[in-house]
């Protein structure tokens, strides 16, 4: 499965921004799919998921200010990034995992600014 990733860049604390991820295939079909991301000098770590059945996941650290959502288009996924901090600041990665792969999309970098 090919993952295509949009969105992300610099933005300044406090501000918004909307990522998206399309699939090559239906995430109808999938166990689940979504970001992680990697900050300098630590481990990538999941942002959110959604898994299959359309239950969604956060991380503690971003509950509250980002949401997970599915496009009308079945092989969409929206992340929506608000209240942004400077500690949002890192690579983002777009991942889906189905019955036979577990794919990842080109990483990302968003940087906040002060």
């Known amino acids: 499965v090919q993952l295509q990733a949009y969105g992300g860049g610099l933005v300044q604390a406090g501000g918004s921004l909307r990522r998206s991820c399309t699939a090559s295939?239906?995430?109808?079909?999938?166990?689940?799919i979504g970001w992680y991301r990697q900050a300098p000098g630590k481990q990538r770590s999941l942002v959110a998921q959604?898994?299959?059945?359309?239950?969604?996941n956060y991380a503690e650290s971003v509950k509250g200010r980002f949401t997970i959502s599915r496009g009308y288009a079945k092989n969409t996924v929206y992340l929506q990034m608000n209240s942004l901090k400077l500690e949002d600041t890192a690579v983002y990665y777009c991942?889906?995992?189905?019955?036979?792969?577990?794919?990842w999309g080109q990483g990302t970098l968003v940087t906040v600014s002060s």
């Open positions: 991942y889906a995992v189905g019955p036979e792969y577990n794919s």
């Open positions: 295939t239906s995430i109808f079909s999938m166990n689940s």
């Open positions: 959604i898994i299959s059945g359309g239950r969604t």
